[in-house]
Every structure is written in C-alpha cells, then in structure tokens.
C-alpha cells in the first residue's frame, strides 16, 4: 500500500500560492483501522485533517492524532482543522499493468479553516465511538491566511496479484 499527497495553498483568483507532495506513513491505528474493515467492522476514511506538528514519526508510528498546538514561534491554528470528505469525492481505478488499485480523493478546506502555519496532514476514520489517524506526511511549512482555500489530493495505491515480492 502507498499513498501520495499534493496539498494546494491557493488565493480568491484561484492562484497556487504554496503547495507541498510526497509519500505519507500509515499509522499503527490505520493498520487497525483496516484490520477492523477486513473482519468486518470499523469505519473508513472519513476525513482529511491538517496540524502544526513537524516532529517525525517514531519507530512504532503509533501519533493517534494530528496537533493543534502552538509549535516553536508558531500559534495554534485557528478555525476547523478538519473537513469531511464526501462520497463524490471518492474514485477508484484499476490498473492492470503495474497492479494496483488506486483510490483517489479530495476535499477542501475552506478560507475561515486552519489559517496559520500548517506542518502535517492525514487521513482520518471518524465516527460517534472512535476517531483514527489512518495516515500522516509532514512537510516543510504552509501559511495559510484567511483568504486562502486548502485543497488536499490523495492517492491510495493497493497492490494485488502475487504479493512475494512485497
């Protein structure tokens, strides 16, 4: 399993003012997140999130949550940190020559959200009993200003076929 994200800072005209990419780690509670959903229970990504902190991952990946707290010269984040994202947001493709499944989706923060200085984004499993942390990238700063909108773009890679290489 892989999963890559562009996050797009953008302005009122719809201009990039920042952007950031690269791979993210799954978090233990991801792993039982999707251990959950393959016997049968659980709840599927529900969310995506954004936090202030930069610290990397530990050995054991077992962050149960993005932050909100004031980090380094940098205050916490002001507005919701989170959005939903919706079923249409979802797609799903096959691709038979390198085998793999790829879920894509998006969602989009809106200019009121997460305004202040953004160092790391998620995938979430959020339902009324248990909220998880699929997933989780840290990048070099984002300042979002409260004219900005935040679009998160997420491809999820799941291999099939023979997996002895894997």
Not at 57 to 75: H, K, M, P, V
Not at 89 to 109: G, H, P, Q, W
Not at 127 to 148: A, C, M, Q, W
């Amino acid at each position: 399993m892989k999963g890559y994200l562009r996050l797009v800072v953008s302005d009122k005209d719809n201009n990039i003012v920042s952007q950031r990419c690269g791979g993210n780690a799954v978090m233990l509670s991801g792993g039982q997140m999707l251990a959950q959903l393959f016997s049968g229970g659980g709840t599927g990504i529900t969310h995506m999130g954004v936090g202030t902190n930069d610290q990397v991952d530990t050995q054991t990946y077992d962050i149960a949550a993005l932050s909100n707290e004031a980090f380094g010269e940098s205050d916490p984040l002001t507005g919701d940190t989170e959005v939903g994202i919706v079923a249409s947001a979802f797609s799903i493709e096959n691709d038979t020559v390198k085998r793999i499944v790829k879920v894509s989706l998006r969602a989009t923060l809106p200019p009121s959200a997460a305004v202040g200085t953004i160092r790391e984004a998620g995938l979430l499993s959020i339902d009324s009993d248990e909220r998880l942390l699929y997933n989780r990238i840290v990048f070099d700063p984002v300042t979002k200003g409260d004219d900005h909108e935040l679009t998160m773009f997420w491809d999820v890679s799941f291999p099939y076929g023979d997996l002895q290489w894997f």
